[in-house]
């Protein structure tokens, strides 16, 4: 599914110099056995895109091809059962506003009145998705591959891929049993094979291979007397989904316990393998099947005619891998989805647009396979997919994580900050602050504001009165050297690189369409030598940005430091005193300006002092030699005791970045956007050339990142929610958070270029819910940045 729709994407786009090798017949791996579901809601906004393309696409293919695709638009029901998923679905609301899916939040009685064969006494509402359907999983592939070789590409049947080699001069050799294949690009499109083909060159696919479990019942009488197909149901309580399939029931249960990897301990079929499926193992599922037949008695009415048991591939996360293969030139993934009939026509369209034009029309960073590192290993992605699976069904709130598979990077603060009662959350595998839970609070997760708001409130003040400190060791960080280190550097970036020694710029590199593909701080620390950062999540991206832009025969080396240094940020009014009684350094405005460097030494460690701030206060982060971290730590706290200092974590960063109008990459900053759009014009050199910079020139704004205070009254905007003007969807929040500092609620939201203007009012839905929002002209708090500077 997932190859067919990329081969029918990449033809739309207009390339047809394609080919589609199977090993098999198309659909004898995973989809020929699934069971077509194609929902519209899903708890990630841009997967929430995905899906809705799918089930625009779908219905059409039949007229398109004149292949038999059994395309059923029943609508689906998403049950709520008590207020924590009730709360979701408000949220999951909101994306249908922006996106433009149908979606309603009914009751009971409504529920009823569409299938009234379910028992509801537990139910308080549902989501009624109109758009959702069912179809035939081998009539929609086949139905995709044709519409490709309608276009002029090729597949090729029967033929197993064997190797793949890279020539010396970037192109791929795929040997096959057929003959060797010479091409420009390669996708492992593999399934169920993906971690093997992904071995062939050096690479991985993190995915895990599971069982799965459906059942399909004998004809049921109230079935054949109705001619109305009843919707999709899908319910945590049976942690799974039933449907009619013709005049039978289907039933597809996704245990919590019990579960079951497929292939263990291989992971994958035997090469010879097709059309598999695994022995039933129903006592394994019997206790949620009873809960399906609780829910819909006449299920019950009838024996089982049939069961399913074949494998899904699932990923640490549970977004596929789409995009390029960490390290490689022109080796993509299209590959780890497990619901790729419903997933697999978005997957193609956005997987084909961002390999043609290096661009997407939708933020695909959280289905960028590089999101995972070496840390994924063998055990940490089972671990993680078999918390996936059992989740599936699962209501998870903003926040909440669990253990599986944890900790994989730590900092050597790690057991230090735990001791003081820090709550972690895993960033690319590292275990960073959250929040510190100082008299043995556990958070109560929740859309709105929670016990852990005051916690955050504590913090946000030490750092604003006092002194704060937070391990941020988890960045990427990279040494950038040589004589044209500068040139290569202004090339890549908009923005003009420190042209003093000291000097520290904030830049983005852009793609040829000049949209942002990510964000750094560069430092200059001698003439030939820059240290550059960017987020955790980016190190893997930004390295292969790194070093693929580096031209032949141009004097520069990259070298990825992450894991050489830690980092301590010191934040707050009494940051500068502070840090003067532990080094010989001169802290002072004239010697130590802000947004400048320095390599010093503090309580004896020699490291690299930057001036910067991402929370609005004076400070500094110190990048230390990792093994130093602890006794820097150490260091700073017994002195800063008397200072009042505090630990602080991520929540309280977040709130103070929104305050002071900080834009996030992943969120504010993604491929979605340009410079302009996304309001960062005074970060652009347009006195110098740089990739990008044409079609930067040319393009006028479809969208605007504007910054705003919003009348919320006990929660906040977190992003994904709408924007309304009217009742007129005008744009999407981006991220948002409560600034403890100035009492307000604030936002960043991507608008339509005429709400942009300071004082511009709009809605933000929030739970249901529109809240009055004003576009503000500047930073709520201290605009001229004059707490840095002092």
């Known amino acids: 599914m997932m190859g067919a729709s990329l081969l029918y994407h990449l033809g739309l786009e207009g390339c047809t110099d394609t080919i589609l090798v199977e090993k098999s ?22 997967l929430a895109k995905i899906h809705a393309y ?86 929609l592939c086949n139905a995709l591959a044709k519409a490709a070789r309608d276009l002029g590409a090729s597949v090729q049947r029967h033929n197993r891929v064997v190797d793949i080699r890279q020539r010396r001069g970037g192109e791929w050799e795929v040997i096959t049993e057929k003959g060797t294949i010479v091409a420009e690009m390669v996708v492992n499109a593999a399934g169920c094979y993906a971690r ?11 995915i895990t291979n599971m069982q799965h479990h459906y059942v399909v019942t004998h004809p049921i009488q109230a079935f054949l007397d109705r001619n109305e197909e009843i919707p999709v149901v899908r319910d945590p309580y049976t942690s799974g989904y039933l449907r009619q399939e013709q005049k039978s029931g289907l039933i597809g249960i996704y245990e919590n316990t019990g579960f079951k990897e497929a292939w263990a301990p291989r992971g994958c079929p035997e090469w010879e393998a097709s059309n598999e499926l695994f022995a039933d193992d129903l ?37 596929p891998l789409l995009g390029p293969a960490a390290g490689l030139r022109n080796f993509w993934m299209c590959c780890g989805t497990s619901f790729g009939i419903a997933q697999g026509g978005g997957c193609g369209k956005y997987l084909a647009q961002w390999m043609l034009h290096g661009d997407a029309e939708i933020n695909m960073t959280e289905f960028d396979p590089r999101r995972f590192g070496k840390f994924a290993d063998a055990a940490y992605v089972r671990d993680k997919v078999f918390q996936d699976y059992r989740l599936t069904f699962t209501t998870r709130l903003p926040g909440e994580e669990e253990m599986a598979g944890r900790p994989q990077k730590k900092s050597p603060l790690y057991e230090r900050l735990k001791a003081q009662g820090c709550v972690h959350t895993e960033t690319f595998g590292w275990e960073r602050p959250k929040w510190f839970s100082l008299d043995g609070r556990v958070e109560d997760y929740s859309y709105a504001r929670n016990n852990v708001f005051d916690v955050v409130r504590e913090e946000v003040a030490a750092v604003r009165e006092r002194v704060g400190i937070i391990d ?37 590199p852009l793609s040829p369409g000049g949209r942002i593909l990510g964000e750094m701080t560069v430092s200059r ?10 987020a955790a999540a980016a190190e893997l991206r930004d390295q292969d940005l790194l070093a693929q832009s580096v031209q032949p025969g141009e004097a520069v080396q990259i070298e990825n430091v992450t894991e050489d240094r830690g980092v301590l ?27 400048t460097a320095r390599e010093i030494r503090v309580a004896g460690i020699a490291l690299r002092a930057l001036r910067v701030s991402y929370v609005g206060e004076l400070g500094w982060e110190l990048h230390a030699p990792l093994a130093a971290l602890g006794e820097l730590y150490d260091a700073i706290w017994t002195r800063g005791r008397a200072l009042g200092i505090a630990n602080y974590g991520l929540y309280a960063l977040n709130s103070m970045r929104i305050e002071k109008g900080y834009k996030a990459w992943s969120m504010e900053l993604t491929n979605e956007l340009n410079m302009l759009e996304a309001d960062m014009s005074r970060f652009v050199g347009f006195n110098k050339a740089f990739v990008g910079e044409a079609a930067l020139a040319a393009q006028a704004p479809r969208f605007k990142i504007v910054y705003a205070e919003v009348a919320a009254t006990d ?37 339509e270029p005429q709400f942009a203007a300071p004082g511009s009012v709009f809605d933000v839905l929030l739970q249901g819910e529109p809240r009055r929002a004003t576009v503000l002209a500047q930073a709520a708090y201290d605009p001229g940045n004059l707490r840095m500077r002092v």
């Open 196 to 206: 093997e083909v992904a071995r062939m060159v050096g690479s991985d696919a993190q």
């Open 25 to 46: 017949e198309l659909t004898s791996g995973f989809t020929w056995h699934a069971a077509g579901q194609c929902p519209s809601i899903t708890g990630s906004y841009n």
């Open 715 to 751: 929660t906040d905007a977190r992003g994904g929610e709408p924007v309304l003007a009217l009742d007129r969807c005008v744009g999407v929040t981006t991220s948002g958070a409560y600034g403890h500092r100035v009492s307000k609620s604030l936002v960043f939201a991507c608008v």
């Open 54 to 139: 799918s089930n625009q696409l779908y219905p059409r293919l039949e007229g398109l091809t004149g292949q038999y695709v059994s395309w059923h638009p029943c609508g689906g029901l998403r049950l709520a059962t008590n207020a924590r998923e009730m709360a979701w679905l408000k949220h999951i609301y909101g994306y249908s506003k922006s996106i433009g899916f149908s979606m309603e939040i009914i009751g009971p009685d409504a529920i009823r009145r569409l299938n009234p064969f379910l028992t509801t006494d537990d139910v308080i509402g549902a989501a009624w998705t109109t758009d959702d359907g069912h179809g035939d999983p081998s009539g």
């Open 569 to 595: 940020v010191l934040s707050g009014p009494r940051a500068r005193e502070l840090l003067s009684v532990l080094t010989d350094a001169d802290l002072g405005n004239e010697e130590f300006r802000w947004l």
């Open 472 to 508: 941020l060791t988890g960045f990427a960080k990279f040494d950038i050297c040589g004589a044209q280190a500068e040139a290569f550097l202004n090339r890549i970036c908009a923005n003009q690189v420190p042209r003093r020694v000291g000097g520290i710029a904030l830049v983005h």
């Open 283 to 319: 006592d394994r599922i019997a206790p949620w099947l009873e809960r399906a037949i609780e829910r819909m008695p006449i299920f019950g009415e009838v024996g089982i005619r049939r069961v399913i048991n074949g494998a899904i591939p699932h990923t640490p996360d549970g977004a």
């Open 525 to 534: 620390l001698a003439e030939e030598r820059f240290y550059a950062l960017s």
